[in-house]
């Protein structure tokens, strides 16, 4: 992820914030605590370099959020020029503690892959390009291990161990479609000397998609050689420099993943913290119980896919999230229907866990199944986003114990709400962005108090999923004209201040 971007508070802990501050959670932060910033290459809503977008999909502005929950949430919408020259599709086939609380970590063994299939027996073409690649890819899909490995120069060892690991992460996270996307000089030509941009697009965590549509995509760097009248990958640059230039590289790419499944909650995390999966695993598992709650009505709740990071991970991981030091886990989605969550494990503490992972999920559920036509995010619904994840994270708590009514109450007893409404959420300081968080989690229960539950979700659909304005979801969602809607939240904030 690329662009200007700004660290955000935990609640307030009444402390100045210095403007170019590093923001820890700390001791006394709240769990469950979330901030957005939306943002282009900056505030001015410029377009952001560097992400990659499937060159088949419509060129333009892709939406894609990621929402960062325990500390600050990060969105980023993506305008991204891609490749000029055409591309080729591949065919792929069917298809002792740690002073925070927790557990010393121990290795755990990876959950079983999925069972494997007969590879096709159809001859493969490995003269060409596209024919190596698209084997290479079949291979995964139907289970054949050494098909898989083919691709891999036998001259390079340390190649063929990261095609190895690579294989066993990807059958244990799932794989349900994979395919490569290669410039259509080097499908029908010759690849040159240096390396050459591939596009690989996927389905992880069981779910069903194919090339048309709710597939994600990620690039990678691969070099080719010839020899004995047939291509080989002879290195992936990409690993090579420690991902440093790679563009957005999802955890499987870039790390061995330790994979365990209950139910619809996938946790991956590399050997150095397999230890935590079961108690992230069981967390997860328990938020279920309240977040699949908010699935749209008649649709199925999503599979939750957890990766589990420590601060190396957190520097490489979606083109390094180190930058942001007070996150304790983001949620981004790479389509509609495969949204993942990163937690920071060696900034969450054991008791921050349950509602951070709420939060996330929250986020989850509420974009699931988003239309895949590349669309704006509308900043103006970024009330709506934050203040559903909390709704959600809170679920059975009374209102009056929300930990952002002091500096909410603060907020509006000094003025400095306008009045106007939708909420603008503000990050220009610790206490602002704490205020006008909670401020978005209180008019979505104002929302759910007065125009019911289901009402109030029909509101939030409209809004983060069709980027409908506020005026057009009231009247649909609501029955009532948006100025109607606003002067009774604005009389329910001031009384909420006094």
Same mark, same amino acid.
């Given at each position: ?36 910033? =939306?943002?282009?290459?900056g ?12 060159p ?14 325990? =500390? ?7 305008l ?7 591309i080729a ?8 503690g ?6 010393a970590?121990?290795s ?26 698209g ?14 490995l ?7 060892p ?6 190895r ?24 030509g ?7 941009q591939?596009?690989?697009?996927? =389905?992880?965590?069981?779910?069903? =998609?194919?090339w ?7 690039g ?9 009248g ?11 420099d420690g ?12 790390d061995?993943?330790?994979?365990h ?8 995390a590399?050997?150095?913290?397999a ?12 938020a ?9 009505p008649a649709?199925t709740?999503?599979?939750y ?34 949204i ?5 494990m ?6 921050e866990?349950?509602a ?17 036509s ?8 970024d009330?709506a ?8 994270s ?28 939708? %909420? ?8 602002t ?19 019911g539950?289901p ?14 304005s ?5 009247r649909t ?6 100025? %109607?809607?606003a ?12």
């Open positions: 992820m690329t662009g200007q971007t700004f660290n955000d508070p935990p609640p307030s802990r009444d402390l100045p914030l210095p403007p170019t501050a590093t923001m820890d959670p700390g001791p006394d932060a709240r769990p469950g605590a979330c901030f957005r910033v =939306c943002s282009g290459a505030p001015d809503n410029s377009a952001a370099a560097g992400v990659t977008v499937d088949d999909r419509d060129v333009g502005t892709r939406r894609m959020q990621a929402w960062i929950g325990g =500390c600050v949430l990060v969105c980023i919408a993506v991204v020029t891609i490749l000029t020259a055409a599709s591949v065919p792929t086939g069917t298809g002792g740690d002073g925070r609380g927790w557990p970590s121990s755990a063994a990876p959950s079983s892959a999925p069972s494997s299939a007969s590879s096709s027996a159809a001859p493969v073409d490995r003269t060409r390009v596209d024919g190596l690649l084997a290479h890819a079949a291979a995964l899909l139907s289970g054949d291990e050494a098909g898989w083919d691709v891999a120069d036998p001259t390079r340390d190649v063929v161990a990261w095609y690991q690579l294989y066993s992460t990807l059958r244990a996270l799932q794989v349900t479609w994979f395919e490569y996307r290669v410039p259509r000089e080097i499908a029908d010759r690849p040159g000397p240096r390396p050459e591939v596009f690989l697009r996927y =389905c992880l965590g069981g779910v069903a =998609c194919d048309r549509s709710h597939h994600a995509v990620t990678l760097r691969l070099q080719f050689i010839e020899r004995d047939r291509w080989f990958v002879t290195d992936v640059p990409d690993r090579a991902w440093n230039t790679a563009v957005d590289p999802p955890p499987w790419l870039v061995p993943l330790q994979v499944r209950q139910g619809s909650v996938i946790v991956a590399p050997a150095a913290l230890g935590r999966s079961s108690a992230v695993l069981a967390a997860a598992v328990r279920t119980a309240v977040v699949d709650r908010y699935t749209r649709a709740p999503p599979t896919l957890i990766y589990l990071a420590g601060a190396a991970q957190w520097s490489t991981w979606h083109d390094g999230l180190g930058r942001y030091d007070a996150i304790l886990g983001v949620a981004v989605p790479m389509s509609s229907i495969q993942a969550v990163v937690l920071r060696d900034r969450i503490d054991p008791d866990l349950d951070t992972l709420r939060h996330e999920m929250g986020h989850v559920v509420t974009l699931f199944g988003e239309p895949d590349p669309t704006s995010p509308n900043p103006a619904n009330w986003g934050e203040g559903i994840a909390e709704y959600i809170r679920t059975g708590l009374p209102r009056a114990t929300y930990p952002r009514l002091r500096s909410v109450r603060a907020y509006l007893r000094a003025g400095r709400w306008d009045g106007a409404l939708p %909420i603008h959420i503000n990050t220009t300081d610790r206490q962005a704490d205020a006008t968080y909670g401020l978005g989690y209180l008019v979505i229960g104002y929302l759910a108090d007065t125009y539950e009402a109030m979700l029909r509101l939030v659909d409209d809004l983060l999923r069709n980027g409908a506020v005026t057009d979801a009231a969602a609501l029955g009532h004209d948006w100025p %109607i809607v002067a009774g939240i604005a009389a329910y904030l001031r009384q909420v201040a006094r």
